[in-house]
């Protein structure tokens, strides 16, 4: 029935007494009086009252719905084609080559799309390529990558890490890059010729750089060896990705576009967040003040047909969008702006009207109990 | 999944014994050994001969761990914990790759960051415990060693090993006394480390060893003990000590217990029976209950949902991978082959579902057990550094002993609170009194000036400084020799059972054995008419400075049939004259019916004396002639001596010669309530809490303090005595109790309208509450109650007409609508009815009506038992307050114990989870402390789950969009950080910090306190709404930036699509989402708030940026993939424009529902909240006109107790035990002057322990001859009107009870005494009144008593006195053919079960 704690302190006789009666005590000090130890800190306490909470949502909505209406302006104004060159339908002009696709297939497929610009387009323009139901972002796709490697660190070179696997050795020879990413890399080629009214094709010239991010180009990816000078030597050892058609270190004649850094292929490394994405493929740049970059006018798009998407259903695009100082075209941030700018400044004359109406005014400070 | 339990025991250095004997039993062969040890044998000196048995060391180790065990036992400890191994397996499959979803540090970085805290925690508090284990291990004791004493540490002494012990030490192990320097073997203890009681005990040596005498001879002693096993009974023991060819028999009366310490004994011996471990003291350390909060119970419950939860959502997922690697995986797999040991989708959905409930464990991460232990600890010491609740008188303050209970606090709905020491002081003062007709005592005006304190030094020297009197026209009247005065005091300084002590001339120190009495003795002796001393025959006294010696004839005890006792006295001329002091119910019949017209103008002053919650006691004399002593003394011999119906006889003899008294007047004392306690109580039953009363005292008493201390008032519609001695009449009061409250509920229903305007005319007066009509006359149903018209004074409960069958307890939804305010007082006997299996729902339904509940008479054991059956019966957190040893069951049953460390030793202390020094401090930790506690730990928990469930359920829509792969959203190093870095410290900032309304207001509007016992801040339906926030957040989080990033580029024409972009816009988001939204939370902005809402954003960009920089990448290019993401992502416009417009998606829609909360329904302390407000920005000085009404609740006491327009209670004051007067008359406690009375004069309840073994049957081991002092007394016969069972104190005494055995040879001259006087182990200390209510308790139960109660008014008291006559007189007559002594049968009333 009696149990009691034992602590070999209480035995030990520290026990200060107490008042007449000699009650033990164990401790006797006054605890310190200091706003912190007393719940006495200095403090802001905000109340979310009339006075606070309508201004607040009034003022998100006058916020908002001027940006909106700023950045549907903006969107509006940029220019965007965009070309699905996928060949799923028969009548499409790819629809042979995407039927006829083996990786193995030495001769490539070409296929030329032809399309009419309506408006000109004034700035530099971007060339995407998009591909949809392609899950970049799957788990197992994600990380099968040898960033190491892909550093130009020499180790990882001959043994890659085995996130790559199973693309991390082939016939015993370590592939370089590694990983799966790589392997499925976007091998198809496109060129853009302009229609000239009088006949003449006049290809435009891409350009192939500026494409990727600073840090990925400069700091991410490096070739091993450190030198672009003999990168064939610095991938001695190496072979090629089981899809590739040509190893690494030939993918551009460009020495400081070839081997890992590479722009296209530090594009494609750079995994998309959702199936549906598109890519940066090449750069217009604009001539001067004068001539549009794309007039318009009839365009003809020539695509190498290497990638095939047809087995797991996937479509392949190609866009081609000016910019502004927000990026590309995106009508929902616009969009989505307004509306909640509206919500806002609707929940705020509601409520105003249902504080006016039923609200507890109790302003004299009345408390009832 | 349990909360980490071990970390609030472990705060503070409590021993586990049960762990330890858990370790201990891994030890191997030793305590293997020690586990089946059946009896004990020890021989005294003679260590070689002890060492065959391997008895434990009295070394003491409380610690769990060395240094090397440390890591081991600790690791495997923590692991116990559901939540610790939870975690470790979600490590362990984090290391399969197939499934890794997360890198394996994602978890290991939190489990090893509380591992490491708890151990760090529990090496600090094991190192503590090797420290005060050390320092006990290591005192010195003397040990006799071969002849010589030798100082030895504890931890050295051996079983076998005779020790010597000084005054004032610790006894270092359970020991055999040997020999003590006192006479007969004797020496005195203080058991209050081992049970709480502060008053000594006496312990006797075998009458064989204390002979023994001086160390040569106790070197030479080489007697062998055989006894018990350990175990845990502190009041048991059981043993014989063999010594010279002879037995004798060893009990607990010759044991000194490890923890008890030697008081006034020069130097004592004594033989280790039991060493270390195996003390009885150590046998009994341990908690019994681990409390655990309702909150606890229900996160514990919630966590288990979100598992359900969490299961479900891998599942969904799994059959989503499942559907997505058929459809669309197996074409995908030029691109993406499944891993080696996948083959088909089924596989791979089976892997998924590990893989997901990998990632989304974060709902419930690691880290909320450890933060919420973090702000209870928090909280804790908020409590202990409180000023307010620290007292200065005793330089305590408040402590939290347990950190787990705090928001608890927050939710009592029934306090159940100890009376003496806790509600009063036990402290009486004389406070007024009426002689001769004339009152004296305090003006009765409150509001004019305190009048002067009394000084009575100058008029008499032996004053006591510490009186305190205010009325000097009671001493003009006493110096200028008023008559009356003078024999009113002298009666006070004569007609007592007190014994004094007079340390030095003038200096002395009385020994009351009830405080009311050392009240009035000590004022007749600052009134001139001072108590010397006494003898068994005479009473020395100094009556205006004259010394006077009065011949005590009789002593006609109290007892509380009686309620009156009195002396007879012959003074020093020769005169003989009767002096009588009771109760006025009883007094005032026996009075010389010339007295009529005194005694209309005392009876006047008795009900005003009544109505300030005074005990009154009325003051009698008749003077006698020699002869009428004479024949009266013969008559009283011839009761004293019959064999037959001894009490009735005496009883009539007393009567007898009681009659015809003349009245002096009355005397009134204040039993002093704490400071503070009727405001508390106000406080806290407008807080809507439910107040008990459990007390051991008596009815009157008990009633008394409910009035005095405002939990019954005299506007009550009604109070109910339950006092039914059979379970019939119990259930038949209760059930009467019960119509009486629906049929004065429905009548009050009806005539509700005119009850408000009636009641405001005329019903407030006296009552305390009545600011509460002024303030506003919209209370609503509050104020509604307080509206009602009190009935005529309430009258007793009509003597009991037994209807034919009792009524059927009504259904529970009426007896919950009971309109009024009832109160209802019942008795230990009562209750122990009221409490079997098949009244409990009853005796709940009808109590928890009751805005009062008052229990009297009550052993600890039925403190326990009611306190379980509320907490069985009504889902409501209990509190329990106390201060003594007998408190600890109640105080342990509760969900809250709270000690009082006053004056009763620190038992409840100790067994509390709460302890503080004042009843009042109880307001400000329920009302502050706990409603704060319980308010930012329910904010917190929203908060929380909330951040979690956003954070974490992002990952669930990607799903939707990665091929149900288990592809994280975040980096993984925000995974690992965001519940430890990045949200941790705002919301542990605001769990800690956080006050809606400030202190003052939360006493000032008790009614702030009810959200917590409605459990309206965070419950089922609030967590819901957390989790639907959650999650409509983690909806947005997810899909705005998908939306707004697919198509986006960067200004570079770069695609903003990519998944790092995504991760590091969503995780921006995030973060800032949930920082805006504990912006919003937070109502009470201190600076540490700022800190670490603005440095949690701060560091959350600092460490990404340090993260997704160059430098990292350099060093670890496989371990930061996410180079230069933060900076080329934050740049952008857009990704900024996407968090805005996530963030007000996500805040918008909660603060125009919260606006529209606080605006439409406003909770009241949005309301008190917003009045502060409005009052700070207006800046006047508005005074306290809002809170200031409330405070006029103080004026309720500080005209002490305020006038009532009282009802007339019986103010019966005697708290007294029966049987004293034969103790004084019969000398015996004289030699020993104070130490008797220190243990008679206890308080009654404290030894429980007593009363509760008694209940087991003890015959079994103690036989011993009687004592020989109990026959040869001659004053006994004399005087001594019912023999109580406290003489067992005074027969040990008086002689030596512990003849050896003899192997059974007297045969029949022999027996027959031994039958009659089985002594319980003698001065135990054995408080009478404690034993006998046990006695009752059980004998009630058992068998039907003959009722006794027959002078006490309408039946409401069955009297103890009653209950033990009866067993006397059962016991009388059994025994009555073997013993010729019947007086020695009181003794074993207390065995007789």
């Known amino acids: 029935m009696m149990a009691t704690s034992y602590n070999a302190k209480d035995e030990d006789g520290r026990v200060t007494v107490c008042g007449p009666g000699g009650g033990p005590l164990l401790r006797g000090k006054k605890p310190e009086n200091t706003a912190l130890k007393q719940q006495r800190l200095a403090a802001w306490q905000p109340v979310l009252t009339a006075g606070t909470a309508l201004p607040a949502l009034f003022a998100v909505g006058l916020l908002f719905i001027p940006v909106g209406v700023g950045l549907f302006v903006t969107s509006n104004n940029i220019r965007e084609l965009e070309i699905d060159y996928t060949g799923a339908d028969a009548s499409s002009p790819c629809f042979s080559c995407s039927q006829s696709f083996s990786w193995n297939s030495t001769r490539p497929c070409t296929c030329t799309v032809p399309f009419y610009l309506e408006q000109p387009y004034e700035s530099n323009v971007y060339v995407y390529y998009g591909l949809s139901n392609f899950y970049q972002n799957h788990r197992r796709y994600v990380k099968s990558r040898d960033d190491g490697q892909l550093n130009g660190n020499e180790k990882s070179l001959t043994e890659p890490s085995k996130e790559c696997e199973p693309y991390a050795y082939r016939d015993n020879e370590p592939i370089a890059p590694c990983g799966a990413i790589a392997n499925s890399m976007f091998n198809d080629t496109l060129e853009l010729f302009y229609n000239d009214p009088n006949g003449t094709k006049i290809q435009i010239p891409l350009n192939a750089t500026g494409i990727a991010w600073w840090t990925d180009k400069h700091v991410k990816f490096g070739n091993p060896g450190g030198n672009d000078q003999n990168l064939s030597a610095a991938f001695q050892g190496t072979t090629r990705p089981v899809n590739w058609r040509r190893p690494v270190y030939e993918l551009d004649s460009d020495r400081g576009n070839n081997g890992f850094v590479n722009e296209d292929f530090i594009v494609w490394m750079r995994t998309a967040a959702l199936p549906t994405f598109r890519k940066l493929y090449r750069i217009i740049g604009k001539k001067d003040n004068v001539v549009p970059t794309l007039p318009r006018g009839n365009y003809t798009l020539e695509v190498v047909y290497n990638y095939p998407v047809r087995s797991f259903e996937g479509r392949k695009r190609v866009i081609l969008s000016t910019i502004s100082w927000m990026g590309g075209k995106n009508p929902f941030l616009g969009v989505a702006y307004i509306a909640v700018g509206a919500v806002c400044f609707f929940l705020g004359v509601v409520l105003l009207a249902m504080h006016h109406k039923c609200g507890n005014r109790n302003g004299d400070g009345d408390i009832s109990n | 999944m349990t909360i980490p339990k071990e970390i609030p025991e472990k705060w503070f250095p409590l021993v586990l014994p049960l762990k330890r004997k858990k370790q201990k039993g891994l030890n191997g062969a030793k305590s293997q050994k020690r586990w089946t040890e059946e009896e004990r044998r020890v021989r005294a000196n003679d260590r070689e001969y002890n060492e065959k048995f391997q008895y434990a060391s009295n070394c003491i180790m409380t610690s769990k761990y060395n240094i090397v065990t440390f890591l081991p036992v600790n690791l495997f400890e923590q692991f116990q914990e559901v939540a610790n191994t939870y975690f470790l397996f979600l490590l362990i499959l984090q290391l399969i790759p197939q499934i890794s979803s997360l890198s394996w540090f994602t978890t290991i970085v939190p489990l090893a960051l509380v591992l490491s805290i708890t151990a760090v925690k529990d090496a600090t508090d094991d190192y503590f415990r090797h420290k005060s284990d050390n320092q006990v291990n290591n005192r010195q004791s003397q040990v006799l060693i071969r002849g010589l004493l030798q100082n030895e540490k504890w931890m050295n002494v051996r079983v076998g090993d005779v020790t010597k012990l000084e005054n004032n030490q610790f006894v270092s192990a359970d020991l055999l006394l040997l020999s003590s320097s006192e006479p007969h073997g004797l020496c005195y203890i203080e058991t209050a480390e ?92 341990g908690r019994t209950k681990f409390k655990r909060t309702s909150i606890d119970r229900l996160m514990n419950t919630l966590v288990l949902w979100i598992f359900g939860f969490l299961v479900c959502m891998g599942v969904i997922l799994a059959v989503g991978n499942a559907v997505w690697e058929r459809e669309v995986g197996s074409l995908f797999q030029s691109y993406l082959p499944w891993d080696p040991p996948v083959d088909n989708f089924l596989f791979s959905a089976f892997l998924a579902f590990w893989s997901y409930v990998i990632i989304l464990n974060t709902v419930v991460p690691i880290s909320l057990y450890v933060s919420v232990e973090v702000i209870r600890l928090g909280h804790s010491y908020f ?156 009473i020395t006294t100094t009556e205006m400075g004259r010394p006077v010696t009065y011949t005590l004839l009789a002593i006609l005890d109290f007892n509380n049939i009686r309620k009156r006792m009195s002396v007879i006295v012959r003074n020093p001329e020769g005169r003989i004259r009767l002096y009588c002091k009771g109760a006025d119910t009883v007094l005032l019949e026996r009075l010389h019916p010339c007295n009529q017209e005194l005694m209309n103008v005392t009876s006047d002053h008795l009900n005003e004396y009544a109505a300030d919650g005074l005990r009154t006691l009325v003051l009698a004399y008749r003077d006698l002639s020699e002869d009428e002593w004479e024949a009266w003394s013969e008559s009283h011999r011839c009761a004293e001596k019959a064999a037959s119906c001894r009490e ?76 039914g001695h059979t379970v019939q009449s119990v259930r038949q009061e209760l059930g009467r109790a019960r119509e009486r409250m629906i049929e004065l509920s429905r009548s009050r ?128 957190v209990t509190l329990a307050i106390g201060d003594g040893a007998n408190d600890v069951s109640m105080i342990k049953s509760a969900h809250i114990g709270v000690g009082i460390s006053g004056q009763e030793g620190i038992q409840a202390v100790l067994a509390s989870d709460y302890s503080f020094s004042q009843f009042r401090f109880l307001q400000r930790l329920l009302l502050v402390h706990g409603r704060w506690s319980y308010l930012r730990m329910c904010r917190f928990l929203c908060y929380f789950f909330y951040k979690n469930f956003a954070f974490t359920m992002v990952h669930f829509w990607f799903g939707f969009f990665c091929g149900f792969s288990a592809q994280t959203v975040y980096d993984q190093y925000f995974i690992t950080l965001y519940n430890i870095v990045y949200t941790s410290l705002p919301v542990l900032a605001m769990g800690i910090f956080d006050q809606d309304v400030p202190d003052q207001r939360s006493l000032e509007y008790p009614k702030l306190y009810e959200p917590g016992q409605l459990n309206l801040l965070f419950n089922k339906r609030e967590f819901f709404i957390c989790i639907a926030q959650g999650i409509y957040t983690s909806v947005v989080l997810f899909f705005v930036p998908c939306a707004v990033l697919s198509d986006a580029t960067q200004s570079t024409g770069v695609p903003l699509a990519d998944y790092q972009t995504f991760a590091v816009t969503t995780a921006t988001a995030l973060v800032i989402v949930v920082s805006v939204q504990i912006a919003l939370d937070t109502g009470f902005w201190t600076v540490i708030n700022h800190v670490c809402v603005w440095g949690s954003l701060g560091s959350f960009f600092s460490i990404m940026f340090a993260l997704h920089s160059q430098t990292l990448f350099k060093i670890f290019p496989n371990q930061f993939h996410f180079v230069g993401s933060a900076q080329s992502t934050l740049l952008q416009p857009v990704v900024w424009l996407t968090i805005a417009l996530a963030t007000a998606i996500c805040i918008v829609p909660v603060l125009a529902f919260r606006f529209l909360k606080v605006d439409l329904k406003p909770q009241l302390s949005d309301t008190v909240r917003y009045t502060q407000l409005v009052r700070q920005k207006k800046r006047k000085p508005v005074g306290r006109s809002v809170g200031g009404a409330w405070r006029g609740l103080g004026s309720v006491s500080d005209g002490r107790l305020g006038a009532r327009g009282g009802s007339r209670r019986s103010g019966y004051a005697f708290a007294h035990q029966e049987g004293f007067g034969e103790l004084i008359t019969s000398g015996k406690n004289m030699r020993l002057s104070t130490m008797a009375l220190a243990t008679f004069a206890s308080r009654h309840s404290s030894s429980w322990i007593d009363t509760l073994r008694r209940k087991k049957p003890t015959h079994t081991h103690c036989h011993t001859p009687p004592s020989a002092s109990g026959a040869s007394s001659p004053a006994r016969s004399c005087v001594s009107g019912s023999v109580a069972p406290l003489s067992n104190s005074s027969s040990v005494l008086g002689g030596s009870q512990d003849t050896p055995i003899e192997e059974v040879t007297a045969q029949h001259t022999q027996t027959v005494p031994t039958l009659s006087t089985q002594t319980p182990p003698a001065a135990e200390a054995a408080a009478p009144q404690g034993s006998a209510q046990a006695v009752s308790a059980g004998v009630l139960t058992s068998a039907a008593v003959r009722p006794h109660g027959g002078d006490s008014p309408g039946g409401w008291t069955i009297t103890l006195g009653a209950v033990q006559e009866a067993l006397f007189g059962w016991k009388a007559r059994a025994t009555a053919s073997n013993s010729p002594r019947p007086s020695s049968v009181p003794m074993e009333t207390s065995q007789i079960e």
């Open chain 2, 648 to 723: 009735d006889r005496m009883a009539a003899a007393y009567e007898q010669i009681e009659q015809d008294m003349m009245l002096l007047g009355a005397t009134a004392i204040e039993d002093k309530l704490q400071e503070g306690v009727p405001e508390t109580i106000a406080v806290l039953s407008l807080a809507n809490i439910k107040i008990w009363v459990l007390t051991g005292d008596k009815q009157e008493t008990a009633v008394n303090i409910g009035y005095s201390c405002k939990m019954l008032t005299d506007d009550m519609t009604e109070v109910f005595i339950i006092s």
């Open chain 2, 749 to 876: 229903d009806g005539g509700k309208e005119e009850g408000k305007e009636e009641g405001k005319e005329g019903c407030f007066m006296g009552n305390g509450f009545r600011e509460r009509q002024e303030g506003d006359g919209t209370g609503g149903g509050g104020g509604g109650k307080q509206l009602q018209c009190p009935p005529p004074p309430p009258p007793l409960p009509p003597p009991p007409l037994p209807p034919p069958s009792p009524p059927p307890p009504p259904p529970s939804n009426l007896m919950d609508n009971i309109f009024g305010e009832f109160a209802l007082v019942i008795n230990g006997h009562s209750l122990a009815h009221a409490l079997e299996a098949d009244m409990e729902t009853e005796f709940v339904s009808t109590a928890c009506a009751c805005k009062a509940v008052i229990c009297c008479r009550v052993t600890p054991l039925q403190k326990a038992q009611v306190v379980d059956v509320i907490k069985k019966h009504k889902k409501v």
């Open chain 2, 383 to 538: 409590i202990n550094w409180d000023q307010e609740m620290f007292c200065s008188q005793c330089n305590t303050a408040a402590e939290a002993r347990t950190t787990t209970l705090n928001e608890e606090l927050g939710q009592v709905e029934y306090i159940f609170s100890d009376k003496t020491g806790t509600l009063t002081q036990n402290i009486m003062s004389f406070n007024k009194c009426s002689i001769n007709g004339q009152t004296y005592g305090e003006g009765t005006d409150p509001l004019g000036p305190r009048p002067k304190r009394l000084d009575f030094t100058p008029f008499n020297p032996l004053a006591d400084p510490d009186f305190c009197f205010y009325d000097d026209t009671l001493l003009e009247s006493v110096k200028v020799g008023d008559a009356h005065a003078h024999t009113f005091f002298r009666l006070l300084s004569l007609c007592h059972t007190v014994m004094s002590e007079e340390k030095s001339e003038g200096e002395l120190v009385y020994k009351a054995q009830s405080p009311d009495e050392g009240a009035l003795v000590t004022a007749a002796r600052n009134f001139g008419f001072v108590f010397r001393s006494r003898t068994p025959g005479t």
């Open chain 2, 194 to 285: 081992l049970d709480g009681e502060t008053n000594m005990k006496v312990r006797q040596s075998v009458s064989v060893t204390s002979e023994l005498g001086n160390q040569n001879n106790l070197a030479s002693f080489d007697g062998e003990v055989v006894c018990e096993p350990p175990n845990n009974k502190l009041d048991r023991f059981c043993g014989t000590l063999y010594w010279r060819d002879k037995k004798y028999t060893l009990t607990n009366q010759n044991m000194l217990l490890r923890g008890c310490v030697l008081r006034n004994t020069e130097a004592c011996y004594g033989l280790v029976i039991f060493a270390g471990p195996d003390t009885k003291l150590m046998q009994n350390s």
